[in-house]
């Protein structure tokens, strides 16, 4: 059922997308474009709708991944404090000092998550500057209220103009449409099928930057929950040795070899 409506919601996306794309469906209109050299921020709202994004997916996926995250802090935070709780289990330093990693961890990474989800990835924006001057069949089908469809990317001088976003893009083989997003992305470095997002970025840049640290704390989590475990169980038999030794020298004195001759009878 789950996948039937997934599918039918994408392709209600694609119809919306084809008639929404420039003119593909009876009602065209057509659209005013001033001269290249006098754009204006009234023509780039004059410009048809951006393509429809497909939501049900990037929701879909974004859920997967927003649920992964919080599922690994309790995975990894529960344990820790289940322990730390325990009665009569005294804090060493260094235990302390873990139980503050393991809640710095996890406050970074919630922080990179809202970065991941609400961040922008490097999105190209229209502008005046961005749109136009338009290639002259893109403007003069836009003039004529003509459809795009069957129009490839135009390329000149080192750019290429993107048919569905109608902007220019740099031609570096960085920037890329993605076909999830319905965007131009700078720096693209891929679509996330777990956060439902757009990962682009050079080094930390864009959401890059969110998107590394974020598994470096989920790296940095385990290895503070397993080694917190491990002092913690060493300490616990350390523990246990040493109060089972206090009580035999307490029940029998600091010689327990007169507790042995004691209890040979005498005459």
């Not at 469809?149 to 000149?156: I, M, Q, R, S």
């Not at 920037?175 to 999830?180: E, I, L």
């Not at 974020?214 to 169980?233: D, E, K, P, R």
Request: proline share 5%.
């Amino acid at each position: 059922m789950a996948c039937s409506r997934s599918t039918s919601c994408r392709e209600r996306g694609g119809r919306a997308e084809q008639t929404r794309l420039i003119g593909g469906s009876s009602d065209i209109e057509s659209f005013p474009v001033s001269p290249a050299n006098g754009a204006t921020w009234e023509d780039v709202h004059n410009l048809p709708p951006l393509p429809d994004q497909d939501l049900c997916q990037m929701r879909g996926e974004a859920s997967c991944g927003n649920t992964l995250v919080l599922f690994l802090i309790f995975l990894f935070v529960a344990p820790m404090q289940a322990y730390v709780s325990t009665e009569g289990v005294q804090l060493t330093l260094v235990m302390k000092i873990w139980m503050g990693a393991i809640y710095l961890e996890a406050a970074i990474a919630i922080t990179c998550l809202i970065g991941l989800m609400w961040g922008d990835p490097g999105t190209i924006k229209r502008t005046p500057e961005n749109c136009f001057p338009q290639p002259e069949l893109v403007a003069e089908k836009l003039r004529n209220g003509m459809s795009l469809a069957g129009v490839g990317n135009v390329n000149e001088d080192g750019r290429i103009f993107c048919i569905r976003c109608l902007v220019w893009r740099p031609d570096d083989g960085e920037t890329h449409h993605c076909a999830t997003c319905q965007r131009c992305v700078g720096d693209f470095d891929h679509h996330c099928g777990v956060f439902g997002r757009c990962i682009a970025g050079e080094g930390f840049g864009g959401n890059m930057g969110f998107f590394k640290t974020l598994i470096m704390m989920g790296v940095l989590g385990c290895c503070t929950c397993v080694s917190f475990l491990f002092i913690s169980a060493g300490q616990s038999v350390s523990g246990s040795h040493y109060g089972s030794s206090h009580r035999y020298r307490h029940s029998y004195g600091h010689n327990p070899h007169a507790a042995v001759h004691g209890a040979i009878p005498v005459g």
